[in-house]
């Protein structure tokens, strides 16, 4: 679903499942259905261009942004790369933290042959430091909703740093849930994402909701 359209950028809400960028798998990514749906809108002759400049994980659902122009995407990197952008997502979880709110933080460890990363409480060889913090918004009858401000952006962070403390994202086998969900996603949602508009220099905010389940559902 697209949230947002203008000469310079596209915002669209990912459903769980889909990839930003084509990989290994051969599955069309989000990026080919997008330039489809611009080709068809505007009757464009020829390729489309878009941009990606930033990625979700396939089971995670929410706001992605791609750039429309070669002079935007370079901007845009630069302000995902730099941090310069304010990300808010939703994941629930088994249980809830021991306080309602606070913060996270510790030390990476990518894997790249097992596309995992491992936690530490302290520095260690090749890892890199991740902060987040989180607030309970919603606490239903088997699981808890929290609301996390991403401060760094590595590599499946929140699933990783949620898991190091008990916390264990619904459906996220890769990090110690108990069960999958049916349609093979997990209960993490990118819900809100603001910067600085590429070429207009405004500051723009995009919310979306989560897809429908009744666990999503129940959180709204």
């Known amino acids: 679903m697209v949230l947002?359209?203008?000469?310079?950028?596209?915002?669209?809400?990912?459903?769980?499942?889909?990839?930003?960028?084509?990989?290994?798998?051969?599955?069309?990514?989000?990026?080919?259905?997008?330039?489809?749906?611009?080709?068809?809108?505007?009757n464009k002759?020829?390729?489309?261009?878009?941009?990606?400049?930033?990625?979700?994980?396939?089971?995670?659902?929410?706001?992605?942004?791609f750039s429309k122009t070669s002079k935007a995407l370079p901007r845009l990197n630069k302000l995902f790369s730099e941090g310069k952008t304010k990300k808010t997502y939703w994941a629930v979880v088994n249980k809830a933290p021991e306080k309602e709110n606070?913060?996270?933080?510790?030390?990476?460890?990518?894997?790249?042959?097992?596309?995992?990363?491992?936690?530490y409480k302290k520095e260690v060889a090749d890892s890199k430091k991740?902060?987040?913090?989180?607030?309970?918004?919603?606490?239903?009858?088997?699981?808890?909703?929290?609301?996390?401000?991403l401060k760094t952006g590595r590599h499946h962070q929140i699933r990783a740093q949620l898991a190091a403390v008990g916390c264990f994202i619904k459906g996220d086998l890769k990090y110690g849930a108990p069960r999958s969900n049916a349609n093979g996603g997990i209960h993490l949602h990118a819900r809100r994402l603001e910067f600085e508009h590429p070429v207009k220099k405004e500051t723009i905010q995009f919310e979306a909701n989560p897809p429908e389940d009744p666990v999503w559902n129940a959180c709204i």
């Open 130 to 149: 991740a902060i987040l913090t989180y607030r309970s918004i919603k606490v239903l009858n088997s699981y808890t909703l929290l609301e996390i401000d």
């Open 45 to 65: 002759p020829g390729n489309v261009y878009l941009g990606v400049v930033h990625r979700l994980d396939r089971p995670t659902s929410g706001i992605v942004v």
């Open 102 to 119: 606070g913060e996270l933080i510790h030390w990476l460890v990518r894997n790249p042959k097992q596309n995992k990363s491992y936690a």
């Open 4 to 42: 947002f359209e203008d000469n310079h950028l596209i915002v669209v809400n990912k459903r769980s499942g889909d990839i930003v960028q084509g990989d290994k798998t051969g599955d069309t990514p989000l990026s080919e259905v997008v330039k489809s749906y611009l080709k068809k809108k505007h």
